[in-house]
């Protein structure tokens, strides 16, 4: 089976994250790359589904040149390969332009099975997946929790706030996951040490099929107007115990509209 | 906490992500509970064995049998980021990597690595060292423990060691012992009859961490026990060189926790109206104490740089260990009085990383004995004989 795990390097959640003031994008250079969260439960399944069912797992990120980084730890996890989309002219693309880029990889590199997180820490639009699929027309599975193939039959538990969904078609497919799916391996030594020889492609535009002009900051359907810092958090109110505390506390939840 | 001097953008791709691995492993699995450890006066080694074992911590440095090879910076990078989390685990790891499995991978027979190493990387196999003895512990070619053979080829082995890292939990031991052709090297299942372990009770130091003393009464070993590489104190100092080296980068680790506390401690508390980070008087002990973070660090990615090159001897282990150890018991010392009371309790890392430091300083060559080696290597006269 031909599994691809599509990975993104995010800004690290644990520093202050900027937007560039020329041209309103992520500033990528402010804050250190990691992988996102949820592309570690996607490693981890697409590694489980390969120990499962055999194949191979091919690692896919569109990014900078700085998303090695991320590559190097997935194929350190056991990823067999990676591509890696890297071009000028995908800088600020927003989820449209990225998922046409990213189905004209797939289409380019081939597929049984697409497998991503179901957001990422960064733009968290959730998006990707559904238009993946769209683009690529095959069946969508978002949101797992579970993801069960049987030859080229594809099921996944959604839960959901009244019990699960149980979505079910057939592969080629695209399923994203969320975090009650797994738990991620930590890449080992010997996986890091293995890492070094696991051959990396580098993709541009033109090899991976992409009409420049339907990607990048000129290609993108949605634009970044303006933004504005996140105020400072407003000082609370303090209510004074004198024997009327209890009072105080109900009304403040009453105006907030709690109670 | 920012690195002042950005000393890991010396690091290569991989060391990077070792490090990270490492990091993110102690954050996981060992920060949440090593305070409760320590208290409880216990090391899960059940739990924590296999899950190092499969991270390839351990022997990560050595080459084949399941081990992953690393270089020695790499290595120091994990001791560094275990000992962030706490002394005692980068013991455990010390001992397993560099003492127990680096004699049998460096001087043992096939046998023998074939039989231990590979149990021994995967965490199935604890292994323990046995040097110090209760009446010789600087002064290692006292020892009384020996080895006789009988008619039948056989080693008997009596004796007993002392401070003993892993001892009771260990299913090998290797054991070093006087014989009629110097001291030489056994490998001693622990379960060989006239073998026992007892655990050291009541320290107030690497608490979470097991110290025993081993006992040998008339164990028999099989010739094949004994590691046929080396013959003399050379064994085991060799071995020593390579624990000291974890130990040298494990304790930037140590100090740059207590460090990284001091900070969000004095920046959070105020007194008099304001932080206490904002006195000057807490600033000066900061700023020295990033001082002596970097200092040590910058020596510990120079030795570990003379390592791969091949090139580091025992004396420049023996300026590491000692310049570390003691800048890092400066520095936990200093994060201690920047959180006054709340520095002698175990909700923050400082007052356990400053117990355990005091091990630090003693064990694998005390302060006093590294500082003579620099004494002779400066003068060429030696005053600890």
């Known amino acids: 089976m031909n599994i691809v795990v599509c990975v993104k390097q995010v800004p690290d959640t644990a520093t202050e994250r900027k937007l560039r003031s020329d041209d309103k994008t992520l500033d990528r250079d402010a804050a250190d790359g990691v992988i996102n969260e949820l592309c570690e439960y996607a490693v981890e399944e697409a590694l489980l589904l390969k120990e499962a069912h055999g194949g191979e797992v091919t690692v896919l990120t569109m990014g900078p040149s700085k998303a090695t980084d991320t590559i190097r730890k997935a194929l350190a996890m056991g990823a067999d390969k990676a591509v890696h989309l890297v071009d000028d002219a995908l800088h600020g693309s927003d989820a449209l332009s990225t998922s046409y880029a990213m189905a004209q990889t797939l289409k380019t590199i081939g597929f049984d099975v697409v497998i991503l997180g179901s957001e990422s820490t960064d733009a968290r639009t959730g998006l990707l997946a559904a238009m993946l699929a769209e683009r690529l027309g095959v069946p969508q599975l978002t ?94 109110t303090i ?16 105006s907030k509209k709690f109670i | 906490m920012d690195d ?4 890991d953008d010396q690091l290569s791709d991989e060391q990077r992500l070792i490090r990270d691995t490492v990091k993110e492993f102690v954050a996981d699995r060992i920060l949440p509970d090593v305070a409760d450890w320590f208290e409880e006066a216990t090391f899960p080694v059940k739990e924590l064995a296999p899950a190092l074992g499969e991270l390839g911590v351990l022997g990560m440095h050595l080459e084949g049998y399941g081990c992953a090879g690393l270089d020695a910076v790499s290595y120091g990078v994990a001791c560094r980021e275990l000992e962030a989390g706490d002394s005692g685990l980068r013991s455990f790891v010390s001992v397993q990597g560099s003492l127990a499995m680096f004699p049998i991978w460096k001087y043992g027979t096939d046998e023998q690595k074939e039989e231990w190493l590979p149990r021994m990387a995967a965490g199935d196999a604890i292994g323990c060292f046995g040097l110090t003895e209760p009446d010789h512990g600087s002064d290692p070619g006292g020892m009384r423990t020996h080895a006789k053979r009988d008619p039948s080829g056989d080693w008997i082995l009596n004796g007993s060691k002392m401070w003993i890292t892993n001892g009771s939990i260990a299913d090998v031991a290797v054991v070093w012992a006087q014989t009629d052709e110097g001291v030489r090297g056994f490998v001693v299942p622990t379960d060989t009859p006239g073998f026992t372990a007892p655990e050291i009770h009541r320290k107030m130091s690497l608490r979470a961490s097991v110290t025993s003393s081993l006992y040998f009464d008339d164990v028999r070993l099989p010739a094949s026990a004994v590691l046929p590489g080396v013959k003399g104190l050379k064994g085991p100092l060799s071995c ?41 008087l807490t600033q000066e002990k900061l700023a020295w104490m990033a001082v002596g973070l970097g200092q040590s660090h910058l020596t510990a990615l120079h030795l570990g740089q003379l390592k791969d090159a ?39 890392p400082v007052i356990r990383h400053m117990n355990n430091l005091e091990s630090v300083l003693t064990y694998e ?18 005053a600890y004989r």
Request: aromatic residues 6%; hydrophobic residues 45%.
């Open chain 1, 239 to 254: 209510v004074t115990d004198q024997g009327d505390g209890g009072t105080g506390a109900a009304e403040f939840l009453a």
């Open chain 1, 143 to 236: 949101q797992a929790n579970k993801v069960d193939i049987d030859g080229t039959a594809i099921a996944i538990q959604r839960l959901t706030d009244y019990g699960h969904d149980k979505v079910e078609a057939s592969l080629p497919a695209v399923v994203s996951v969320v975090e009650k799916i797994n738990e991620p391996r930590y890449p080992s030594f010997k996986g890091i040490m293995a890492a070094k020889k696991k051959p990396v492609q580098t993709l541009g535009i033109a090899e991976a099929g992409i009409d420049a002009s339907q990607v990048g900051l000129a290609g993108a359907w949605s634009e970044v107007v303006d933004f504005a810092a996140a105020p400072p958090r407003a000082a609370g």
């Open chain 2, 4 to 7: 002042l001097l950005r000393i």
């Open chain 2, 365 to 382: 060559g005390t302060q006093e004995i590294h500082t003579l080696v620099l004494g002779e290597a400066l003068t060429g006269l030696a």
């Open chain 2, 310 to 348: 091949g090139t580091i001897t025992p004396r420049q282990i023996s300026f590491g260990k000692l310049a570390n150890v003691r800048a890092a018991l400066d520095i936990a010392r200093q994060a201690r009085s920047i959180l006054g009371g709340n520095g002698i309790t175990l909700e923050y």
């Open chain 2, 240 to 280: 020593l060189s390579e624990a000291r080296f974890g130990i040298l980068w494990g304790v930037v680790g140590a100090a740059r926790a207590c460090l990284e506390s001091a900070v969000d401690y004095s920046t959070s508390r105020t007194q008099f109206g304001k932080p206490i980070g904002a006195f000057q």
